[in-house]
């Protein structure tokens, strides 16, 4: 075993589980072998585990000094300014990797994505996707994309792949719900969340969707109670209080609107929208005792 072996397994079998002692291992190691490409990458990985991203980059940027076209520094360098949501930093070094391998695909559509590249993210996807890899994680991330550039038919058929080569999850019914729901196909999507709600998918805007969902198809109490559910989950958030309003008003159940709208000023929930739908309430309720 080199000496420099024998530090990097001082550092990984080291009977010290104490991290500094790694980290001083290392670094004197580092001091004895300057050029040791090796010693640099145990040290980065060190600092990465630890979240120290940016001392993780310094010292993978040493490591790549020594050693300019290894492809796994450059990808875990990427892959350290993508945790720090540097994404044009990240994707930098991604585009520096020389060796078409599949491992670094889907990060790299990831930074695309995040700065608005949508198309190039989605064809980097489908790429990796031809190479058959056993995981649903990139035809749900796909999904999602297609999701995102208003494509409801791809992020269907992706869904589905995904379902049948991995099995059902309650993540699926519902982009997939998702997907008719902005489509205006409602049975469609109400089935789709109700498969989900079935799976214990639990989340408020599931919930006020599926609300707005079950009205949609003449299911007035499960609106309701969906609606009710969602702001349980999310007491702060307008929006379902707003859209529960809307149910009510829609049924004539004025008194129970006005609850809402009480319910929502003791919970300190204020909103433009909210404040007209107040005002119509009144006007109802004055002209019910009109009569």
Request: proline share 3%.
């Amino acid at each position: 075993m080199s000496k420099i072996d024998k530090i990097i397994w001082q550092a990984k079998y080291g009977k010290s589980r104490n991290w500094l002692e790694i980290k001083k291992t290392l670094e004197n190691g580092i001091k004895q072998f300057p050029q040791a490409t090796e010693l640099y990458l145990e040290l980065g990985k060190l600092f990465q585990y630890k979240k120290l991203y940016k001392k993780a980059i310094n010292t993978y940027q040493k490591a790549l000094a020594t050693d300019p076209h290894n492809d796994e520094i450059k990808f875990k360098i990427g892959n350290c300014f993508l945790f720090l949501r540097e994404y044009k930093l990240a994707l930098d070094y991604y585009l520096k990797i020389e060796n078409d391998i599949p491992e670094f695909y889907y990060n790299k559509a990831y930074a695309y994505s995040k700065l608005g590249k949508l198309t190039i993210a989605a064809d980097i996807i489908k790429k990796l996707i031809s190479f058959n890899i056993n995981s649903e994680i990139p035809y749900l991330f796909l999904a999602e994309l297609s999701f995102n550039m208003g494509k409801y038919n791809d992020t269907i058929k992706y869904v589905t792949i995904a379902e049948k080569r991995f099995g059902a999850k309650p993540t699926k019914f519902y982009l997939r719900g998702l997907a008719y729901y902005h489509q205006k196909i409602w049975l469609k999507a109400y089935l789709e969340f109700q498969n989900a709600a079935k799976m214990k998918f639990t989340s408020p805007q599931f919930y006020r969707i599926y609300g707005i969902t079950c009205e949609k198809v003449g299911k007035s109490k499960e609106a309701e109670d969906n609606l009710l559910y969602s702001i349980k989950l999310a007491p702060y958030d307008p929006i379902s209080y707003i859209e529960l309003i809307k149910v009510y008003l829609a049924h004539d159940k004025i008194l129970e609107a006005y609850n809402i709208i009480k319910y929502a000023k003791e919970t300190s929930i204020s909103s433009f929208p909210l404040q007209i739908l107040k005002n119509q309430i009144l006007k109802k309720m004055e002209e019910k005792n009109r009569k």
